[in-house]
C-alpha cells in the first residue's frame, strides 16, 4: 500500500494518469448503468436504503456509483481506491444490465448482459492482485471489456431511452 500523497508534496509520476483511466472507465459504467435502468423503465426514485426487488436493487446501486464517482473526482490519485471505484461503477453495471435483460430479453440483451459481467470481473481484476490499480496489464484489459460492454449495451437498445416490453 503507498503512503498518501500530502499536499505538499508533488504527485508520483503517473498516478494522475491511472486515476483518470480508471475514473473513465467508472464513468462508462456509469452511464451504461443509467441507460439500462432507463430502457428497464427503472427511475432514481426507485432506490431504496434497503433494497426489496431488482428494480430498486438496480436504481440503489447507480445512486451509490454516482456518489462514490463524485467522491473520487478532484482526490489526490490514488490507484487502488481509483480502480476501486471503476469496479464498483462495473458491478452497478452488471446489476442494471440484469434489470434491462429480464425487461427486453433476446439474443442482443444476452449478449449485452455477458458482457456486462465480463466489464465487471474485469474491472475487479484490476482492482485487486498484489498491486491494486496499478497492473497496466489488468487495467488496459478492464479498459478493453468495457468498451465492448458499452457497444454491446448499444446495440441492445440500452441507450436510455426506456423501451416497451415486448
Do not use: F
Request: hydrophobic letters at 40%; glycine letters at 6%.
Amino acid at each position: 500500500m503507498s503512503a498518501p500523497v500530502r499536499s505538499d508534496q508533488s504527485e508520483p509520476a503517473g498516478e494522475r494518469a491511472l486515476q483518470d483511466q480508471h475514473l473513465a472507465r467508472a464513468r462508462s459504467a456509469y452511464a451504461r448503468a443509467v441507460a439500462a435502468c432507463r430502457s428497464a423503465g427503472i427511475e432514481p426514485d426507485q432506490a431504496e436504503i434497503v433494497p426489496t426487488g431488482p428494480a430498486a436493487r438496480a436504481a440503489n446501486a447507480v445512486r451509490l456509483s454516482a456518489r462514490s464517482i463524485a467522491e473520487r473526482e478532484g482526490r489526490a490519485p490514488d490507484p487502488a481506491a481509483d480502480a476501486r471505484c471503476a469496479r464498483n461503477a462495473a458491478a452497478t453495471a452488471a446489476i442494471a444490465a440484469q434489470a434491462a435483460h429480464a425487461h427486453t430479453p433476446g439474443d442482443l440483451a444476452d449478449t449485452a448482459l455477458r458482457t456486462a459481467l465480463k466489464a465487471s470481473r474485469a474491472s475487479a481484476e484490476a482492482a485487486g492482485g498484489p498491486s491494486p490499480g496499478r497492473d497496466p496489464t489488468l487495467t488496459a484489459r478492464a479498459d478493453t471489456a468495457e468498451g465492448t460492454a458499452v457497444t454491446a449495451a448499444r446495440r441492445a437498445g440500452w441507450t436510455g431511452t426506456a423501451r416497451a416490453r415486448s
